[in-house]
């Protein structure tokens, strides 16, 4: 996309229009929410930081069946990489062991070798080299803001589509 994005701002929002002039204002409002959401990601898919350079970024959502972990990938403080990983839930399932499962995997194909990972709650990784953050301010902290709200959309579209 390399940051030419205004042709697609300009159809989501030529569509909207379409939809609240023809009285359809659920579809309206959801393509505004979408534009919103894609606005928040393009201003944070250029350089989201000039102090964090390369980190992984991982959230997780779970429901009673399902985990979803979202993947952000930072190489010299620039967004490069997003992903969405869904596994199926299990009863005794914990959110930080299907972290510390799904991240390396995650990593691998990605081939990432940045040396911090960045995650919602603490974690370990077969890998002791890998600093593991738990942010609770800063940058760290709203990229990490930032995959978790990359889930709900993703959610909210998969709902939407069934």
Known sequence: MKGNLGNVKKYITDTMKEHAENLEFEQAQMLKEKLIAFEDYQSSST?????????????IVTD?????VNYLKI??????????????MNLDDD???????????????????APEVVVPILITLPDPKIAITVPQIGDKKKLLELAETNIDYFIRQKRETR
Not at 47 to 59: G, L, M, P, Q, R
Not at 64 to 68: D, G, N, P, R, V
Request: hydrophobic share 45%; aromatic share 8%; net charge negative.
């Open 47 to 59: 350089v989201v930081s000039t102090t964090i350079k390369d980190i992984d970024v991982f959230a």
């Open 75 to 88: 190489v010299n403080g620039t967004l490069v990489n997003t992903d969405i990983a869904e596994m199926q």
């Open 95 to 113: 959110p930080a062991d299907l972290l510390s499962f799904v991240i390396p995997t995650i990593r691998e194909r990605f081939e990432s070798n």
């Open 64 to 68: 009673e069946t399902m985990a979803y």
